[in-house]
């Protein structure tokens, strides 16, 4: 999908200072900052996450990503006795043998699970991009002994805390392996204030994948080949849509599902929509958003919904201001 041949990534940049970065999740979930960005007017505001439903109104419907991020991350031993780094990729079937892995692995090789070598499984296909087929479902597995795949630019293991903070408070359809990061400090609380205001409350699944922080390897934004993740929206959230005054995307990952439906008229099914600036936006009116790493996918989504100018200024004003960046950092609403 071409928007204009001429963008480039090196176009999209910024210098990042990795003491922004939010290396935890805010004590109390909710306590986040939030900047609040008119993409009309370019107006900033200096808010908390608590009061998100000061920029709704009444009309709106809040979309919201059901998906539940899997324990993904788990370590296997090859046939030398070495450990293998390995991360079970987001659901897109029935099964999931899919995995993306550190160093090296041959076909035929069989993988022992460091916790229970008893447990093995063997590599059938070697895909490219350190991504690998496996012979067996993997996600019992996973569930029984992986733990939380943290983005890796956290530069730490994961510990008790991030088991139940990098999950959204309403995660149920189990299959993401990475976390709809904009929704981490959604509350029932803060939920509650934006119904008494009139704002509907509508949900769909989105399984994220680790091409979330993939790197963008072409300067050209038009020869990337944006990675694939499963959608689906549910008949009560189409019939919301239908009747909604604004639609407000809470995250990119909700972002993708809608204006993929809204292109293609498709409920459910695979994506591959590479949203940057030049996209002509269908059905989203309004974006809860965080933070994002330079020259990342989700930055392009922002841009293009923002103004890369406005988003630019955004993100400068957040620097100086100490917002948290990133996954566990603070959060923008982007509207008009």
């Given at each position: ?18 003491s922004l970065?939010?290396?935890y999740p ?23 996450y ?9 009309g709106d ?10 324990s993904?991350?788990m370590?296997?031993l ?22 993306l892995?550190?160093?090296?692995l ?20 070697i ?17 029984k ?8 630019y956290?530069?730490r293991?994961a510990?008790?805390?991030d ?11 189990l ?6 990061t904009?929704?981490?400090n ?49 008949p ?13 995307a ?7 599902a ?15 929509i ?5 996209y002509?936006?269908?059905l ?16 392009m989504?922002a841009a ?13 004003h ?8 990133l ?10």
């Amino acid at each position: 999908m071409c928007y204009n041949s001429n963008m480039l990534l090196s176009d999209y940049d910024y210098a990042l200072d990795e003491s922004l970065i939010a290396k935890y999740p805010p004590k109390v979930r909710g306590a986040s900052r939030l900047l609040g960005l008119n993409r009309t007017t370019g107006q900033l505001t200096d808010s908390h996450y608590r009061d998100l439903a000061d920029f709704l109104q009444a009309g709106d419907v809040l979309v919201l990503n059901e998906t539940k991020v899997m324990s993904a991350r788990m370590f296997f031993l090859d046939e030398q006795g070495r450990e293998r780094e390995v991360v079970l990729l987001e659901k897109h079937g029935d099964k999931m043998e899919t995995i993306l892995y550190r160093g090296k692995l041959r076909e035929g090789e069989v993988l022992a699970l460091r916790k229970r070598p008893e447990i093995k499984t063997k590599v059938l296909e070697i895909l490219g991009g350190g991504i690998a087929r496996v012979d067996q479902d993997l996600l019992e597995i996973a569930v029984k002994y992986g733990e939380v795949p943290l983005p890796p630019y956290l530069k730490r293991e994961a510990d008790q805390d991030d088991t139940t903070r990098y999950q959204t408070e309403f995660a149920k359809h189990l299959g993401s392996a990475a976390a709809p990061t904009a929704s981490l400090n959604l509350t029932e609380e803060i939920l509650q204030k934006a119904k008494q205001k009139g704002v509907r409350v509508a949900k769909l699944t989105l399984h994220v994948g680790l091409g979330t922080f993939l790197p963008i390897r072409t300067d050209d934004l038009t020869d990337h080949k944006m990675h694939s993740e499963y959608y689906e929206i549910p008949p009560a959230t189409l019939a919301a849509l239908q009747e909604a005054k604004r639609v407000v995307a809470v995250g990119t990952t909700v972002v993708r599902a809608l204006e993929s439906f809204a292109e293609t008229k498709q409920p459910s099914g695979e994506t591959k929509i590479f949203i940057y600036p030049g996209y002509q936006f269908k059905l989203v009116g309004a974006m809860l958003t965080n933070f994002h790493a330079p020259k990342s996918t989700v930055l392009m989504m922002a841009a293009a919904f923002a103004g890369w100018e406005n988003l630019r200024r955004a993100y400068e004003h957040a620097a100086a201001n100490r917002y948290a960046f990133l996954s566990y950092g603070d959060s923008m609403m982007v509207y008009s």
